[in-house]
Nanobody, 120 residues
Framework: QVQLVESGGGLVQPGGSLRLSCAASGNIFLINAMGWYRQAPGNQREFLARITSRGSISYTDSVKGRFTISRDNAKNTTYLQMNNLKPEDTAVYYC??????????????WGQGTQVTVSS
């Protein structure tokens, strides 16, 4: 089993920044890819970004240039730096991990989610 714990969500004004963290524990050897998804009320879950243990990165188009995913393998932690936040970024953000994950097929392990609210 793998446990994922997110932190860093909150309330921010439009144009502001937040940094989310996701720490993995348990059977870490099961994890290669770590990623972030989000879900807003009434919307489907949306893939945001993925990073592998070797540092290969991909983003969905809507966050390219604003969000940056990174990873500290020594700490088994992935980060999502979010800049120039917009009200439409308001959602619950989830960390995801597995040997592999794609925008269409997430990995098996999920964090509990952290709320991000962008509002003036």
């Amino acid at each position: 089993q793998v446990q994922l714990v997110e932190s860093g969500g909150g309330l921010v004004q439009p144009g502001g920044s937040l940094r989310l963290s996701c720490a993995a524990s348990g059977n870490i050897f099961l994890i290669n890819a770590m990623g972030w998804y989000r879900q807003a009320p009434g919307n489907q879950r949306e893939f945001l970004a993925r990073i592998t243990s070797r540092g290969s990165i991909s983003y969905t188009d809507s966050v390219k240039g604003r969000f940056t995913i990174s990873r500290d393998n020594a700490k088994n932690t992935t980060y999502l730096q979010m800049n120039n936040l917009k009200p439409e970024d308001t959602a619950v953000y989830y960390c995801n991990a597995d040997r592999w994950l794609t925008p269409e097929v997430p990995g098996a392990y999920w964090g509990q989610g952290t709320q991000v609210t962008v509002s003036s």
